[in-house]
């Protein structure tokens, strides 16, 4: 990734080859609303799909659940979704825009620190609402459109998305999008657990969509209103908690690393106790330098046994556990590493994104994605016309193991930097030899060093490449 690299780079790479479009844009769009294009859902089906192997199949404790989006409104209820679920609104009276008060205070300090003033205040996610007000009056924190500080007092707007189920719009009928997806793992616990037999370690695992109508969106695909979550909640025995939090908190870490993402561009950032919510025993941020700033992409955080506790006291369910071998019954902790998919494919960008000097004076932009993530893993390359349909079989064989892209436009060297620039680690191209000697050439994206390889031994060849 470029020291320098801006979101102005990325959102005009990501809608110039195809990874994410704005939405709805020819009707002039929809606020902070993205769709994802044939690479960029390639991309994230690949992250989703390298989550699912690395925390389903290969963790012997756990499991993988899909529940619904709309839940009964109990369940927002117990969780504290409905009565506590808000964020701090503040509008501008000079220039009518809204704002975060939190964000505002905590984008202040962040200026301060950078101009090397040390900065006295605890954590704002701490401060009551009136703490809040006081403190951008005594320190006149100007608004970032207008640069005046004259706002109005804060109120709390709830972040759920309100909708109805029937065909009567009243509050007999009133349901919720899902804020997150953690919700319907806790209340599928007792079945999870039964259904499969397990004991306790055991956590459950789920993809799906979450929705929060937040208030500033911002930063591309950063935060949205609409986004998919990759969630983990792992119960178990309350004294192994810590432990259990620590291995999730490396091994969170280690699978970035693994996926792709610059290790330098990573760091932890375990929250203190005057920030930590009431329920949590720890917190633990994964952060991401993004071209914008440190941002959180996973959060791991030891919950104790809340969640479940109030979900026994709202549905009236004894959620308890009883241990098999020492015949104790407790109320399970549970360890949550969560994670966006959508955050974490902006950081797959950030980090794939370079721009190579070449010896002939030249440069390339180069998607450097790890070969398993890469949205196309091959791209078969005819030379000439001539030899398309020879070349056009060979990429309906290959594309049975692999995602291939077929591509006849433009002479071999622009093909090439194409297949660059979205990322595809092999180029296999067909020349008038192939049909001759059975051999095809095998180009490298980050080496760029060309290998002759026999079409009979080509699909293990790349398999090796790309998976081994």
């Not at 000079?94 to 205040?121: M, P, Y």
């Not at 259990?244 to 690393?257: E, G, S």
Request: proline content about 4%; some cysteine.
């Amino acid at each position: 990734m470029k020291d320098d690299l801006n979101m102005t780079e990325i959102i005009s790479l990501c809608k110039n080859r195809g990874f994410i479009f704005a939405g709805s844009e020819i009707y002039g769009g929809l606020s902070n609303s993205w769709d994802y294009g044939p690479l960029g859902v390639e991309l994230k089906n690949n992250l989703k799909n390298a989550w699912w192997e690395r925390f389903v199949q290969q963790e012997p404790h756990n499991v993988g659940l899909d529940s619904a989006i709309i839940m009964n409104p109990r369940v927002w209820e117990a969780s504290g979704h409905i009565s506590g679920f808000s964020d701090p609104l503040i509008d501008c009276r000079n220039c009518h825009t809204r704002h975060r008060a939190d964000k505002l205070i905590e984008e202040w300090l962040h200026n301060r620190e950078l101009a090397g003033i040390k900065n006295e205040v605890g954590s704002v996610e701490a401060m009551s609402q009136t703490e809040m007000e006081n403190f951008i009056k005594e320190n006149k924190i100007p608004c970032p459109d207008c640069k005046h500080c004259d706002f109005t007092p804060i109120r709390k707007f709830n972040l759920m998305f309100k909708t109805f189920i029937g065909v009567t719009e009243d509050n007999t009928n009133t349901v919720y999008l899902r804020p997150e997806t953690a919700g319907g793992i806790f209340v599928n616990f007792k079945n999870v657990q039964r259904a499969t037999r397990s004991k306790l370690p055991m956590g459950i695992c789920q993809i799906g969509k979450a929705f929060r109508n937040e208030i500033t969106p911002g930063n591309f695909i950063f935060r949205t209103r609409e986004f998919e979550q990759m969630e983990m909640e792992f119960f178990c025995e309350p004294k192994s908690a810590p432990e259990w939090h620590k291995y999730y908190r490396q091994a969170c870490f280690d699978f970035l690393v693994d996926i792709g993402i610059e290790q330098d561009a990573l760091r932890f950032r375990d929250h203190s106790p005057e920030e930590l919510v009431f329920y949590s025993a720890a917190t633990t941020d994964i952060e991401f330098k993004y071209p914008f700033g440190w941002g959180e992409l996973w959060g791991i955080a030891n919950r104790t046994n809340y969640d479940l506790s109030r979900h026994a006291e709202f549905s009236g369910e004894d959620l308890s556990y009883t241990d098999p071998y020492t015949n104790e019954t407790y109320i399970p902790y549970v360890v949550e590493p969560s994670v966006g998919v959508d955050r974490m494919l902006l950081a797959t960008l950030c980090s794939a994104y370079r721009v190579e000097k070449l010896d002939d004076g030249d440069e390339r932009v180069v998607m450097g994605f790890k070969p398993k993530i890469a949205p196309i893993k091959v791209a078969v390359l005819p030379l000439s016309k001539k030899l398309e349909e020879l070349a056009f079989n060979l990429y309906k064989d290959l594309n049975k193991h692999f995602r291939c892209e077929y591509d006849t436009t433009g002479s071999i060297g622009k093909r090439y930097r194409r297949q660059d620039e979205i990322g595809t680690p092999y180029c296999v191209t067909f020349d008038f030899d192939s049909a001759v000697d059975g051999c095809v050439t095998v180009r490298d994206r980050d080496t760029m060093v060309q290998e002759r390889v026999k079409i009979a031994e080509l699909k293990d060849y790349l398999h090796d490449k790309i998976y081994g």
